[in-house]
């Protein structure tokens, strides 16, 4: 995991697997981000090889932080497998999803 700036965009990188074992330290990089209040939150997908249910959990919850604090958060597409798990929940059509990160603020 890791963080860069696009901008003024914070873009959070993942790579790996997001399971039950590593999403407290996504949650808390989320968190830490959070607090900047920042527009747009990017999450980068592309790098990530595994997923599950206590990842889209991860995403999904800092999705509705995001919204509630009238932000948003936007998701990098990732690999086929990991995009499939999205369609599977059904989250790829309430999550907002891109395929590049660099170009999320000139939208």
Do not use: Y
């Amino acid at each position: 995991m890791s963080t860069r700036m696009v901008d003024q965009t914070p873009v959070l990188e993942l790579a790996g697997e997001l399971d039950i074992s590593t999403s407290q330290d996504l949650e808390r990089e989320l968190t830490r981000l959070e607090r900047g209040s920042p527009p747009t939150l990017i999450v980068d997908l592309r790098a990530l090889t595994f997923i599950d249910s206590t990842g889209l959990r991860t995403i999904l919850a800092a999705d509705t932080r995001a919204r509630e604090r009238g932000g948003r958060l936007a998701v990098v597409t990732g690999s086929p497998s990991v995009q499939r798990v999205f369609e599977i929940s059904r989250l790829d059509q309430r999550l907002t999803f891109v395929d590049d990160p660099d170009t999320v603020g000139q939208r």
